[in-house]
């Protein structure tokens, strides 16, 4: 008798999502992996080139690899693009911190999902983890946005976030890079902005333009937190209550009304940082800056960062130590 091949592994796509529910993760799909389309490739070549992407010079150093999930994980056949909600039910009341920065650093919180994840499907494949493939949360040289655009996750939005239908823009993105092919893989949703133009109306410096390119040098996000020099000129004018980071063209979209909050407690902020007032972020100190912000993505922008953004909110006013 002929020996039988045994079939070859491949992922199922329902078990992948069944298991990513489980490991607490509010949305997955499923895209073969390969070289980023041509389109895509063309756009962020003219992005780079235009200079939009202010000093954060490893985008232009790493375009190659962000170009093609294979040359990160060699032997990538799939990519499974996840998505968690980091909506937050309450806010501090004297400045406003973008939602994602609440709580504790979700590249931490991620992180252990994204492991846990990767060793179950490995379990179920016969294969060790590293051998499985990688998992990245804004920790490596992957285009996010464009595989959760491919994995059918949602849409580009024009204010440069992915959307999920019905659920908003309000969450991380993580992908596993996996060497296993999948049986399904899922399709781009269609684009849900239709004539809106409400995040463009909302940026207060101007930052997107219609082809829902982003300008980070003009993007709060980008001035606030990466940027290490002083706020140009004009900043501190369009910041508002902004402290750190800025949600205005998320808070503007439609398709936030209905986002609901975390289920994640990790995301949560701390009773300190919610009773934080205009006096006391003015007097903030070097050590009030640890302990309040102690393993949160807001060590990002280190102390100075925060004083500067501090300063320039408060000005010359009375509130200032
Ligand atoms: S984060 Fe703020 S500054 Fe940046 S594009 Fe959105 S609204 Fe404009
Ligand atoms: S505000 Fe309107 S145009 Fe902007 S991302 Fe949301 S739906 Fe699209």
Same mark, same amino acid.
């Given at each position: 008798?002929?020996?039988?091949?045994?079939?070859?592994?491949?992922?199922?796509?329902?078990?992948?999502?069944?298991a990513?529910?489980?490991?607490?993760?509010?949305?997955?799909?499923?895209?073969?992996?390969?070289?980023?389309?041509?389109?895509?490739?063309?756009?962020?070549?003219?992005?780079? #080139?235009?200079?939009?992407?202010?000093?954060?010079?490893?985008?232009?150093?790493?375009?190659?690899?962000?170009?093609?999930?294979?040359?990160?994980?060699?032997?990538?056949?799939?990519?499974?693009?996840?998505?968690?909600?980091?909506?937050?039910?309450?806010?501090?009341?004297?400045?406003?911190? $973008?939602?994602?920065?609440?709580?504790?650093d979700?590249?931490?919180?991620?992180?252990?999902?994204?492991?846990?994840?990767?060793?179950?499907l490995?379990?179920?494949?016969?294969?060790?983890?590293?051998? *499985?493939?990688?998992?990245?949360?804004?920790?490596?040289?992957?285009?996010?946005?464009?595989?959760?655009?491919?994995?059918?996750?949602?849409?580009?939005?024009r204010?440069?976030?992915?959307?999920?239908?019905?659920?908003g823009?309000?969450?991380?993105?993580?992908?596993?890079?996996?060497?296993?092919?999948?049986?399904?893989?899922?399709?781009?949703?269609?684009?849900?902005?239709?004539?809106?133009?409400a995040?463009?109306?909302?940026?207060?410096?101007?930052?997107?333009?219609?082809? #829902?390119?982003?300008? #980070?040098?003009?993007? *709060?996000?980008y *001035?606030?937190?990466?940027?290490?020099?002083?706020?140009?000129?004009?900043? $501190? $004018?369009?910041?508002?209550?902004?402290?750190?980071?800025?949600?205005?063209?998320?808070?503007?979209?439609?398709?936030?009304?209905?986002?609901?909050?975390?289920?994640? $407690?990790?995301?949560?902020?701390?009773?300190?940082?919610? #009773?934080?007032?205009?006096?006391?972020?003015?007097? *903030?100190?070097?050590?009030?800056?640890?302990?309040?912000?102690?393993?949160?993505?807001?060590?990002?922008?280190?102390?100075?960062?925060?004083?500067?953004?501090?300063?320039?909110?408060?000005?010359?006013?009375?509130?200032?130590?």
């Open positions: 008798m002929t020996p039988v091949a045994p079939p070859s592994p491949f992922l199922s796509a329902s078990a992948v999502k069944d990513a529910r489980r490991h607490g993760f509010d949305a997955c799909g499923l895209a073969e992996a390969g070289p980023v389309s041509p389109g895509r490739q063309a756009d962020v070549a003219r992005w780079l #080139a235009e200079g939009r992407c202010g000093a954060m010079d490893y985008l232009r150093r790493h375009a190659g690899l962000r170009a093609d999930p294979c040359r990160v994980v060699p032997g990538a056949r799939t990519v499974v693009s996840l998505a968690l909600n980091y909506y937050p039910e309450c806010h501090p009341e004297a400045f406003d911190f $973008a939602y994602y920065a609440y709580g504790r979700y590249h931490d919180v991620v992180r252990v999902r994204l492991r846990a994840l990767l060793a179950e490995a379990e179920g494949a016969g294969m060790p983890p590293e051998t *499985l493939g990688r998992g990245f949360c804004d920790t490596g040289p992957v285009d996010e946005r464009y595989w959760a655009v491919v994995a059918g996750l949602g849409w580009w939005g204010n440069a976030q992915l959307i999920i239908p019905g659920c823009s309000y969450f991380f993105l993580a992908e596993l890079i996996v060497t296993l092919p999948a049986d399904v893989y899922d399709r781009p949703v269609a684009n849900g902005c239709g004539a809106c133009r995040c463009l109306t909302a940026c207060p410096t101007g930052a997107l333009s219609p082809d #829902a390119g982003l300008d #980070a040098r003009r993007c *709060l996000s *001035l606030t937190i990466e940027n290490r020099g002083p706020l140009p000129p004009g900043t $501190a $004018a369009a910041m508002g209550r902004c402290l750190y980071g800025c949600d205005r063209c998320q808070q503007a979209c439609p398709h936030n009304r209905r986002a609901v909050p975390t289920r994640v $407690a990790d995301f949560r902020p701390s009773s300190d940082f919610l #009773a934080m007032t205009p006096q006391a972020w003015a007097c *903030l100190t070097p050590d009030d800056y640890r302990r309040l912000f102690r393993g949160s993505a807001v060590k990002r922008a280190k102390y100075e960062g925060l004083r500067r953004n501090i300063d320039a909110l408060l000005g010359d006013g009375d509130a200032r130590c």
